[in-house]
């Protein structure tokens, strides 16, 4: 592994590199509350194949982390790894999970010539998403967290008692038994940098996502279809016991792919990659192999 600061559009990124750089390039994009280091254990079974290229997203762990909400709308966002992109190649895979999942599903819509092709863990296409929620269903229950995360100065709240609720908040319903020891140290670490916490939370309070309450229930959403499709080879790897993202979230997925591949598994939930990294890793190679063949 190696690591170094880039500057993009006159901001810093603090970028984890695995394998050479003359294999193929996947961009590995993390969700909350993680870092870059995230992606250690999946690296391990995919750095002889390809070269692994894992950002610190924008607000989190040494990356540029701007304290106004307004810097973490999507939009600008993925302005940056863009240009991230193009910093290595002209194109490559992007692969992400949760927060990253949504960035790297940003991209696809809006610059599909650099995204050869789609990897999402347990993430959600954006309007599937807020269909789900706003069905009043079970998915509108599991995403109240987010009305939670979004409180002003919540983030006092979440690191008191060395980030007791924090951990609490993610681990509910869910298998954490990877967050121990070193890899505990190293996650506290990146939360105690300073204001960190709130960056991270900006990207809740930016988004648009729309999440009923007890007092309102029914919303409109208003997103147009076509500028949401995925035009490249897409595999989605859903760990089936997720309590906070449900399987009705990727429902209808298919409408707004062109080549669609889904793989369910039944003993991973969110953390997925932490849990079963060798499985997922050989999944993705037997993906990506299938395709190029299919390609040529």
Sequence with gaps: ???????????????????????????????FPEYSGSWKPLAKSLQNSYYLIAPDQRGFGLSWSPKKQEYYKTSSIIKDLKSLINHFDEDMIVLGHDWGAATAYALAFATPSIIKKLIILNGVHPIIFQRAILS???????????NYLRQDKIEDELKKDNFKKLIQLFSANMDTTWLQGKTKDEYIK?????????TMLN???ASPIVIPNNRLSKYNAHMKDEELQVNCPHLLIWGKKD??????????????????????????????????????????????????????
């Design 243 to 296: 309590s906070a993202l449900l399987q009705e979230s990727y429902r209808g997925l298919e409408n707004y792919c062109n080549d669609l591949e889904i793989v369910t598994l039944d003993d991973a939930d969110h953390w997925l990659h932490h849990q079963k990294p060798e499985e997922i890793s050989q999944i993705i190679k037997s993906w990506l192999i299938k395709k190029t063949i299919k390609n040529d």
């Design 1 to 31: 592994m190696a690591n170094q600061f880039i500057e993009i559009n006159n901001n810093k990124y603090f970028v984890r590199t695995w394998g050479n750089p003359k294999k193929p390039k996947i961009l590995l994009l993390h969700g």
């Design 136 to 146: 009043g269903g079970k998915q509108t229950k599991a995403s109240q967290y987010i």
């Design 203 to 205: 990207w809740y309070r």
């Design 190 to 198: 990146e939360w105690s940098r300073q204001d960190k916490l709130k």
